[in-house]
């Protein structure tokens, strides 16, 4: 920075900011605000004054140097002080982050967030109030945590339709599958070292079963479709179930597990009508969900490995896309929540909220499509009995639905027990299917005497 840059930006008035929440990612936000005020003065043209940090326990320990006059645990503090522009919400949870945000921007103030599932439950809301009072909410650490894919969607990729979306988008199950594929692991032993390391929550639950990832899918979902997706409409399948046998198949095979968010646009010039009568312009089709995947070992999401993100995106006119980074931590969120805070003291913030309008419901006929008419190859393990028949009873209930066998294993007995009960492991990989057949036919397969459910199954992905 030159001196007489310098000088612009001393005699121009501060940009006031108040940070809501000090925990990890708070922690890190403040680092920045007051460990490099030089550089972020630069970027945003004019100095970034952090003015209130709303806490819960205003005497408790934390990992950034904040001088108490900054601590509060009074919101109205913030609401009240004229000289904040902009409010930094990464206090977590719903209910009183929505109220704290609403009370905000009707206080004049515009808002950065890193509230996940604030937005996915609320956006609307959050948008609408936003709207109605003029001011603007940034979002990039919401999805992807240092990963810029907010920012690329909606200025990069600007010019594009998007046409789908695969993503790794939760740390913590990444973490989990790393360990149990690359040094055969259990899930739980792997879990507790995640624990142990913070890269999961003592109550891990939002992240496996995964609730975490179909937070972020929302939200992507209203950037690249214009739609807003109910979070139960989001058929959602988390890792806690995967079993160690499936991870060793899946290497035979060729293949890995990662738990995906995917969403893919289908044009309705290329669908059937509903009622199953020829063509028909019925709309666009969005199809969604979370679930662990079967990829290739060499795709690029099959080679993402332990906390890492990564995202696929596929435009119209830029063609394939890969975003990948950190999409969690202190530092990585707290890298986007800042950049979000300079974009709004530059004022292209403001502008971005104002021309996407989004959650405004003014999309294009863009509809849900049924999971039951996705279309997948599909990984399946049956534990049978080791006897003449078994094969053609199976084959023939896969040939009444329609589906058919890419390839085979059939092992011996994977351990005493089995051999006593005289069962062996089958495991069967289908060519392309609509999944209410596949899910249809599994069903009478386990129905059959000879097999032993339940059967185990997971999307292919190629």
């Known amino acids: 920075m030159t001196l007489s840059s310098l000088k612009e930006i001393i005699h121009m008035d501060p940009y006031?900011?108040?940070?809501?929440?000090?925990?990890?990612?708070?922690?890190?936000?403040?680092?920045l605000l007051l460990e490099q005020p030089d550089r972020l003065a630069a970027r945003a043209g004019r100095k970034l004054e952090l003015r209130h940090v709303v806490v819960r326990a205003a005497q408790k320990s934390r990992e950034a140097m904040i001088p108490q006059h900054l601590l509060t645990t009074?919101?109205?503090?913030?609401?009240?002080?004229?000289?904040?522009?902009?409010?930094?919400?990464?206090?977590?949870g719903i209910d009183w982050a929505k109220r704290a945000v609403l009370d905000l921007l009707a206080a004049g103030k515009?808002?950065?967030?890193?509230?996940?599932?604030?937005?996915?439950?609320?956006?609307?809301e959050i948008f609408d109030a936003g709207r109605r009072h003029q001011r603007a909410i940034a979002f990039e650490?919401?999805?992807?945590?240092?990963?810029?894919?907010?920012?690329?969607?909606c200025q990069g990729l600007a010019a594009n339709q998007i046409l789908s979306l695969q993503g790794i988008l939760n740390g913590t199950c990444n973490y989990i599958l790393t360990g149990?594929?690359?040094?055969g692991r259990a899930y739980a032993d792997v879990l507790a070292e995640a624990q142990e390391q913070g890269y999961a929550e003592a109550d891990p639950t939002l992240d496996v079963d995964g609730t975490d990832a179909a937070h972020k899918l929302a939200i992507l979902a209203q950037i690249a479709f214009g739609i807003a997706?109910?979070?139960g409409t989001i058929k959602r399948r988390g890792i806690a179930d995967i079993d160690l046998l499936d991870i060793r198949f899946a290497k035979e095979l060729g293949y890995t597990i990662k738990l995906l968010a995917e969403a893919w646009l289908e044009p309705a010039a290329f669908l059937p009508s509903p009622l199953g009568r020829g063509g028909g312009k019925t709309g666009d089709q969005l199809a969604m969900h979370v679930s662990p995947v079967m990829l290739r070992q060499t795709t690029p999401l099959a080679l993402?490995?332990?906390?890492?993100?990564?995202?696929?995106?596929?435009?119209?006119?830029?063609g394939s896309t890969l975003y990948y980074g950190r999409g969690a931590g202190q530092m990585p969120t707290a890298s986007a929540v800042v950049a979000d805070v300079i974009d709004m003291a530059v004022g292209r913030a403001q502008?971005?909220?104002?021309?996407?309008?989004?959650?405004?419901?003014?999309?294009?006929?863009?509809?849900?499509?049924?999971?039951?008419?996705?279309?997948?190859?599909?990984?399946?393990?049956?534990r049978v009995e080791d006897r003449p028949g078994v094969m053609a009873d199976i084959t023939r209930i896969l040939a009444n639905h329609r589906i058919s066998i890419a390839s085979v294993i059939q092992h011996e007995a994977l351990d005493h027990a089995e051999a006593e009960l005289e069962l062996v492991p089958l495991i069967i990989m289908t060519h392309t299917v609509a999944t209410g057949d596949f899910l249809a036919a599994l069903a009478e397969i386990d129905r059959l005497p000879s097999v032993r459910p339940p059967s185990v199954y997971y999307p292919v992905g190629d």
């Open 74 to 92: 009074d919101l109205r503090r913030v609401i009240d002080d004229p000289g904040v522009q902009v409010a930094i919400e990464v206090v977590g």
């Open 141 to 153: 650490a919401s999805v992807g945590g240092g990963i810029p894919i907010i920012g690329a969607l």
């Open 180 to 183: 149990m594929v690359e040094n």
């Open 110 to 124: 515009h808002v950065v967030t890193a509230n996940k599932a604030l937005l996915a439950t609320h956006g609307a």
């Open 304 to 318: 993402v490995r332990d906390a890492f993100n990564a995202l696929f995106v596929v435009g119209d006119a830029v």
């Open 229 to 231: 997706v109910p979070l």
């Open 351 to 382: 502008q971005t909220f104002n021309s996407l309008r989004l959650w405004s419901g003014n999309h294009r006929n863009i509809v849900l499509r049924e999971p039951s008419t996705m279309r997948s190859r599909f990984y399946l393990r049956m």
């Open 16 to 31: 006031g900011i108040a940070l809501i929440g000090c925990g990890t990612v708070g922690s890190g936000v403040a680092k």
